[in-house]
């Protein structure tokens, strides 16, 4: 038996194998989405805000 902890939330996980274990290293397949989530969303949270500010621009100029 191994035991290591979830990536995303921490809990601790007990397992034989990892063949046993189609969520490793999560605890959970809801662990797993919310991990991967988490950095496509960084990925985004670059792009998103330099889009707004050219289409802010672009309306702030139309609007003078
Ligand atoms: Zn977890």
């Not at 046993?20 to 989405?33: A, G, V």
């Amino acid at each position: 038996m191994s035991k290591i902890k979830c990536r995303y939330c921490k809990a601790d996980i007990i397992y034989n194998s990892i063949s046993d274990f189609p969520t490793f290293p999560f605890c959970s397949e809801r662990c797993q989405l919310m991990d991967f989530g988490l950095w496509l969303n960084e990925e985004h949270g670059i792009e998103e805000p330099l889009r707004n500010d050219i289409i802010d621009g672009e309306q702030g100029i139309s609007h003078r």
